[in-house]
């Protein structure tokens, strides 16, 4: 070996490792809680593509561990404190799990409010933005959005006006879907979503109201035979308030280019895509629960007309409520159905 060869071996063996920036070294690591299966639409077909897509483009250095049917201990009512209090990093829940915790939001819950998952889900994170970003000012909030419309499903007995629910126990999504349920004469019932299917088995319930994506997860294609449902174009039951939610302290913790990973995957887009593709397996569902031999019954026009006058109380109680906390509750209403009109699918 010659010197000049020589003298490079050695300066190359003498030279300084190239270290990796201590962020590439160890990745952010994001723990993701939430109630719903890991087999449900919604985590498997929406929370893991969203975590997945952060992982790729922050080249590695967000990783996320997801944890589904709340395997990090707790109940699906404590998953906002959750990521408040920093004992998990992200939660996706709902609203009506804490009722009146979110009282300007909860408009988007009301009896025959919303048309769809994406439109909804567009009105309602502007909405929120714009009258109620205070609500959520102890976390992140990234995502805020619906799913598509909720279904009423019974176990022995088909629905077809609002007379046939009276005295029938039926669980609700919300404060709201339970008031929605006293007002047509039904028993309502308060429980979580994996609750359900044990509470049928049991007659503790008659039926409950969820969206048609939700049912396999519950098994309500197993467990009833009676799904009801409004006319097309016309609004649902009512709707849920769902949310995606990061610890503040562990976004602002966060180097500038990966806060902008995260920014690039949240807000109005982001609550928009979590409402649309929700919703895309609604069609899917209710076809499969035909192919099982189970009735899906649509609402003649006069009932519905029946329900709708029947729960137009629940919406003057919240206008009231809202109203008594010092808010223009007419005000927000008509902001609400306004922002649903100018996105609710065009016929």
Known sequence: ??????????????????????????????????????????????ITPWMQKIEKESGGRIQFEGYASMQLGGAPAQLYDQSRDGVVDVIWSLSG?????????????????????????????????????????????????????????????????????????????????????????????????????????????????????????AKLDELTKFHTEFPQGMPGFNNSVQFLTMNRARYEGLPADLKKVIDNNSGADTSAMYGRVIAQADPIVRRSVIDRGNTVHVVGKAETEEFIKLTEPVTADWVKEVTGKGFDGNKLLAEARALIQRYKPKA
């Open 1 to 46: 070996m010659d010197r000049r060869t020589l003298l490079k071996s050695a300066a190359a063996l003498a030279a300084p490792a190239i270290v990796l920036p201590a962020s590439a070294q160890n990745p952010v690591k994001l723990r993701l809680h939430t109630f719903v299966p890991a087999t449900s639409n919604v985590y498997s077909k929406v």
């Open 97 to 217: 799990y804490t009722p009146g915790r979110f009282p300007r939001s909860e408009v988007f819950e009301l009896p025959f409010f919303t048309y769809d998952g994406e439109g909804s889900s567009r009105a309602v994170w502007e909405y929120v933005s714009a009258n109620a970003a205070d609500e959520f000012r102890e976390v992140k909030l990234l995502a805020a959005h619906t799913h598509g419309l909720n279904i009423l499903h019974m176990k022995n007995k088909v629905i077809t006006r609002a007379a046939d629910l009276k005295g029938m126990k039926v669980r609700g999504p919300s404060r709201r879907a339970t008031q929605f349920l006293a007002n047509v004469g039904a028993v309502p019932v308060g429980m979580p979503l994996p609750a359900i299917p044990d509470a049928l088995s049991k007659g503790v319930i008659d039926g409950a109201i969820i969206p048609w994506d939700t049912v396999p997860a």
